[in-house]
């Protein structure tokens, strides 16, 4: 059953917006009187260009049509219909690795915003979940289309159907159905108030937002928009009890990004920040390797952001995905570790243990890949190369005899033997 905009219950909604790759021109910002915030915890609105680096580039491809949504007053979600998402600090200058969601396979459509939730298409069913309420299962209204005119958001999904404003939204354990013939003309985006109101539209480049008593109403913008914008995101302050814009986010025709963003007063990491996440996520594997000391992630820098950033099995993701450490660290632990070694110089690692100056190092195989692959493969990436093994000769014993290796997995003393032979006859 329908319900109209009237007593629609004000709720803790985030919103987003689709990208094109259509050509187009840049847009231009005109100045305007700034946000009133704290001057005690802000540095006061920011406009830049967000450029992706190369790597983020290479993991989400921002030429795809794409959504995005705050997750906070400086961060920004994004995320691809086939499962990828990848996010954005503002206050850090920092992108995360891309995660691909293991659900990307069950729905046609399915856009994962990660902590915000996620909304998702098959050919008869809807899913939805916004932030931590539960998922919700419902038909697939037929007017809902696959490339919805005014995109999908967490728990939420909208589209105009000729005279007829339409919107999906999670409501506790059921999916709700809201139908209006009254919205803004012009209106080419409307999506969900994180706070302080129902929804917003954009329309003739300008912003209404809709009140709790069903009335659309003009607010103003903190930045002038040309009239060829492409989408907006934008962000309320959560304990207003009117609407008040503190960040907003801009996506111009040709795909260019502009975030306007009211920056916590954050410093960059520091090395006690680094210590902290790696006593929890590395030195329990790499208990020898030096990860306790500075030099170590500065003789490993280019491999460790690498590797931080990867999320393909090939590339040797660390943490290894699949494992416990892998599944609890966080896109902020990752941001925290790239960010600071974005920071310090690379240096060069030095001498190797017993390895002789004319090694070569090559893959393993036989009976030493296959142990090596059962037991120390899932913690040591780099333990398919002969350089793992004959540069640890003397550590991997001691640690396998002691029983300190492999980390929470019982090894058979037939098992332990015959690693401990081969490693020694190498």
Known sequence: MYKSWQGLSLSLLTLSLSCSSQKGPRISIAPKAPLKLPSADYTGPQLSDLLPDEASQQSFDFTKPYEAVFSSEAKVVFAHGDGRS??????LKAWSSSVLSPRRGEYDVYYDFLDQGHVGLSASELTLRRQAG???????????????????????????????????????????????????????????CNAACLLWAL?????????PDGTWRKIALPIALEPDVKRIALYFQPDAKTPVLKSMLTVANSGAIKIYVNVPLRALPTWEDVKLISERFCVSCHLDDGFENPETWSALKISLISRLKATAKADSPMPPPET??????????????????GTIAATTRGSLGNVPGDFVDKA????????????????????????????????????????????NTMMPDADKKKLLDLVKAL
């Open 86 to 91: 990848i996010t954005y600090d503002a206050a």
């Open 134 to 192: 539960p998922t919700v299962l419902s038909d697939r209204p037929p007017e809902l289309t696959n490339e919805s005119p005014i995109g999908f958001n967490p728990g939420f999904a909208g589209v105009l159907d000729k005279t007829v404003l339409m919107t999906v939204r999670a409501d506790g354990v059921a999916a709700k159905v809201y139908k209006s013939e009254s919205f803004p003309a012009a209106t080419k985006q409307v999506a969900p």
């Open 203 to 211: 329309a003739d480049n300008e912003l209404r937002i809709l009140e």
């Open 324 to 341: 416990l450490l892998g599944k609890e660290m966080s896109l902020a632990d990752k941001t925290v570790l790239i960010t600071w070694l």
């Open 364 to 407: 393993i195989d036989g009976e030493l890949k296959v142990v090596g692959d059962k037991y120390c493969l899932s913690c040591h990436a780099d333990a398919n190369r002969l350089l793992f093994w004959k540069s640890k000769q003397g550590d991997i014993g001691t640690r396998v005899t002691s029983g300190s290796m492999p980390k």
